[in-house]
């Protein structure tokens, strides 16, 4: 799924201009795999996977490879749908610069859910 | 109602009421729509934390609904089109069990409402249960929607109300995930409007009531449902009173479907 984000966000255009204010190096878990999710001015520059011993990211999201599979279903189950509702399950976390991932809260769970409306016939 | 082609008019009314509350003056919105004749059951819907009475939008224009209720929902203080209490600039918003009952008490009485049903969501849904406990020669029935006892704080409030971070934009965040993932766009971002208009630090406001002041759960049992019945209604996706959090042990005589 991590490797259709980029194409995903970057052709929403009103996505994009929803995020034109966020810039930030953001990193997802996904299990024990790390990526940097570079985001300049709302579009995704590179997503690249992140060595241990790497630079430091703005902000993270971590979870497990379960709760990711499920987040990004066409319709995933009940509290496995929302970041903010994985994080209360347990199995995702949220760390580093917080204060700029609220701030882009809404743009940010709005991107990481491309991939699952991709999935689906009505792209809701 | 259709008056020119193409313009339909709801048979839904907005009106302000002049009244005390907590002893101060308030000048409060509300809208209804059904029977003003007293032939129907008053039903008073109390909108969730941070939003407004816009919430129930779509039962005032039930119209299998407002056939049998005089469906009544008014904007709390602070909320929507009722305004804060004059020198609300000196004070810090924060809901309690207390004001929040005397609040819907007030505006039943104010109305001269015969014991009306009280429905209420999420933060409504937790103090109909107070309602049905307190004031059974009040209310003939409450409807809980997303109803809990209380939920404990799980993440930090205070990332709705600080100058660096835009409060309509942290509240939508924190409600899109409230919304279920086939809720219809039209609808889904509506609701995030109404969230997105809320006042500075009324959302935390609200959720101080929901997660600090309004525990209910050890005066469950005193709930008399033969004298004023429970109904309580829940969806899945709702990460913040989920299912098992609607079970409200203690609750008399519960039955679940």
């Known amino acids: 799924m991590l490797e259709k984000l980029q194409e995903l966000v970057n052709a929403d255009t009103a996505l994009v201009r929803r995020g034109r204010w966020l810039t930030a190096d953001m990193m997802l878990e996904i299990g024990d795999v790390r990526h940097l999710v570079k985001i300049r001015e709302g579009r995704i520059a590179e997503i690249a996977p992140l060595p241990l011993l790497a630079m430091p990211f703005d902000f993270a999201i971590r979870g497990t490879e379960e709760a990711w599979h499920e987040f990004w279903q066409p319709v995933p189950k009940p509290r496995h749908h929302d970041v903010m509702a994985l994080i209360r399950e347990g199995k995702m976390r949220i760390e580093g610069d917080l204060e700029k991932m609220m701030a882009h809260f809404l743009t940010l769970k709005m991107m990481l859910e491309k991939p699952r409306l991709a999935g689906r016939r009505d792209g809701a | 109602m259709t008056g020119m082609s193409g313009v339909i008019i709801e048979p839904v009314t907005g009106r302000y009421m002049h009244l005390e509350i907590h002893g101060q003056p308030h000048r409060l919105y509300w809208e209804e729509a059904g029977p003003t004749d007293g032939s129907g059951i008053p039903l008073v819907c109390l909108h969730t934390a941070g939003s407004d009475g816009r919430q129930f939008r779509a039962l005032l224009n039930?119209?299998?609904?407002?056939?049998?209720?005089?469906?009544?929902?008014?904007?709390?203080?602070?909320?929507?089109?009722?305004?804060?209490?004059?020198?609300?600039?000196?004070?810090?918003?924060?809901?309690?069990?207390?004001?929040?009952?005397?609040?819907?008490?007030?505006?039943?009485?104010?109305?001269?409402?015969?014991?009306?049903?009280?429905?209420?969501?999420?933060?409504?849904?937790?103090?109909?249960?107070?309602?049905?406990?307190?004031?059974?020669?009040?209310?003939?029935?409450?409807?809980?929607?997303?109803?809990?006892?209380?939920?404990?704080?799980?993440?930090?409030?205070?990332?709705?109300?600080?100058?660096?971070?835009?409060?309509?934009?942290?509240?939508?965040?924190?409600?899109?995930?409230?919304?279920?993932?086939?809720?219809?766009?039209?609808?889904?971002?509506?609701?995030?409007?109404?969230?997105?208009?809320?006042?500075?630090?009324?959302?935390?406001?609200?959720?101080?009531?929901?997660?600090?002041?309004?525990?209910?759960?050890?005066?469950?049992?005193?709930?008399?449902?033969?004298?004023?019945?429970?109904?309580?209604?829940?969806?899945?996706?709702?990460?913040?009173?989920?299912?098992?959090?609607?079970?409200?042990?203690?609750?008399?005589?519960?039955?679940?479907?």
């Open chain 2, 62 to 257: 039930d119209g299998d609904i407002t056939a049998k209720y005089r469906v009544i929902v008014f904007d709390m203080p602070w909320h929507g089109k009722s305004s804060p209490p004059a020198g609300w600039q000196d004070e810090e918003y924060k809901l309690t069990t207390e004001k929040y009952v005397e609040l819907v008490c007030t505006v039943v009485k104010a109305l001269k409402l015969d014991r009306p049903v009280a429905m209420g969501c999420s933060i409504g849904g937790r103090v109909v249960l107070e309602l049905a406990r307190a004031h059974a020669d009040l209310f003939r029935a409450v409807i809980g929607l997303q109803s809990s006892a209380f939920v404990q704080h799980y993440f930090d409030i205070t990332w709705l109300h600080r100058p660096n971070i835009h409060g309509g934009e942290m509240s939508a965040a924190y409600c899109y995930g409230l919304v279920g993932p086939e809720a219809p766009l039209e609808h889904r971002w509506e609701t995030l409007w109404h969230y997105m208009q809320g006042g500075p630090g009324v959302f935390k406001g609200d959720l101080h009531f929901y997660s600090v002041d309004g525990d209910v759960s050890g005066t469950l049992p005193e709930i008399d449902t033969s004298a004023c019945p429970v109904y309580l209604l829940t969806g899945e996706y709702d990460y913040s009173c989920t299912p098992e959090a609607s079970q409200l042990t203690g609750l008399p005589d519960v039955s679940s479907g």
